[in-house]
């Protein structure tokens, strides 16, 4: 049962347009996420997360928001730049003490010059 | 500061080997965690470690096993290699307690094994 869900495995983007990248979940218990990046050949490294008290956290062109009621997030990334071209990965964790997050399948970006 | 260390970067095993892989996690992280990374099924959790104690384990058939030790570095056995187990091994330390508010995971570049 995958619990956190990117059903965008993909998705091309013009250089300075705005990229949006979705992510669903299904447990309600989830009250902590994170958005990761990963480069080919390299580990993900961590990018912005968003506790469930808020619904928007943003850090510079990323912007993170969260809607508790549809169980959806999205990171934002405008403008969108060539070294933003990677695989996205979303993740969740239950903060109360589960000692672990929850992982999506990844969405591969690629910003077109 | 020096990021996580995963040991070897590269493997290559035959079906009902075993494999042995390293982690050193960051300078004063006390947790690691280790994820499994194959296409289209994303990052799925193996296990987590903290202060030498498993906290959280994943899914996966008992011949999946780690262990922590006192200085944090972390290893994982995988016994009798199945063709299925070719994946990016990623190990991940944090500070404290993964999953708590205000914690994140540094990831390793990983161990990509290969099973034949």
């Known amino acids: 049962d995958q619990q956190v869900k990117q059903n965008s495995p993909s998705l091309s983007v013009q250089e300075g347009r705005i990229s949006i990248l979705n992510c669903d979940y299904t447990?309600?218990?989830?009250?902590?996420f994170l958005w990761y990046k990963k480069y080919p050949a390299e580990g993900p490294t961590f990018l912005i997360s968003i506790s469930s008290i808020k619904d928007k956290n943003e850090d510079g062109r990323f912007t993170v928001f969260l809607n508790k009621s549809a169980k959806h997030l999205s990171l934002h990334i405008v403008p969108s730049q060539p070294g933003d071209s990677a695989v996205y990965f979303c993740?969740?964790?239950?903060?109360?003490?589960?000692?672990?997050?929850?992982f999506g399948t990844g969405t591969r970006l690629k910003v077109l010059a | 500061k020096a990021g996580v260390t995963q040991t070897p970067r590269y493997l290559i095993k035959t079906r009902g080997q075993q494999v042995t892989l390293s982690c050193s996690p960051i300078s004063g992280h006390r947790s690691v965690s280790w994820y499994q990374q194959t296409p289209g099924q994303g990052l799925q959790f193996l296990f987590e470690y903290f202060s030498e104690t498993q906290r959280n384990k994943g899914n996966f058939p008992g011949r999946f096993s780690g262990r922590q030790f006192s200085n944090s570095r972390s290893e994982m056995n995988v016994s009798t290699l199945e063709l299925g187990d070719s994946a990016l091994y990623l190990c991940?330390?944090?500070?404290?307690?993964?999953?708590?508010?205000?914690?994140?995971?540094?990831f390793g570049s990983g161990t990509q094994l290969s099973v034949l």
């Open positions: 447990n309600s218990m989830f009250d902590y």
């Open positions: 991940a330390s944090s500070r404290q307690l993964p999953g708590t508010a205000n914690e994140k995971l540094f």
């Open positions: 993740a969740a964790s239950v903060s109360s003490g589960t000692y672990k997050y929850i």
